[in-house]
């Protein structure tokens, strides 16, 4: 059973950062993608950055140059570091581990933590 911990969120003025953490119960060099995932109130969940097992990234396109995806593979952790942060921004973000098994695929999903911008 694979679990995933949150945790760095909080209230922030626009113009701030956070750094927003993952830790994950098992190797996350094992999934063949971590991601970060967003949802704002009455919003539907959308995906924020996305880091493959070898290294490749995405990004939408509304946080490009401001956020970064990165992980440790020794701490079994990945992070989101958010820059020149919007009102937008605020949501719950939540942490995915995909796995594509022998037979089917697995998301793995974090309880969220709360971001809130202020302007």
């Known amino acids: 059973q694979v679990q995933l911990v949150e945790s760095g969120g909080g209230l922030v003025e626009a113009g701030g950062s956070l750094r927003l953490s993952c830790a994950a119960s098992?190797?996350?060099?094992?999934?063949?993608?971590m991601a970060w995932y967003r949802q704002a109130p009455g919003a539907q969940r959308e995906l924020v950055a996305k880091?493959?097992?070898?290294?490749?990234?995405n990004y939408a396109d509304s946080v490009k140059g401001r956020f970064t995806i990165s992980r440790d593979n020794v701490k079994n952790t990945v992070y989101l570091q958010m820059n020149n942060l919007k009102p937008e921004d605020t949501a719950v973000y939540y942490c995915?581990?995909?796995?594509?098994?022998?037979?089917?695929?697995?998301?793995?999903w974090g309880q969220g933590t709360q971001v809130t911008v202020s302007s």
């Open positions: 995915n581990a995909y796995l594509l098994g022998y037979i089917n695929a697995r998301d793995y």
């Open positions: 098992t190797l996350i060099r094992s999934f063949n993608a």
């Open positions: 880091i493959t097992s070898v290294g490749s990234t």
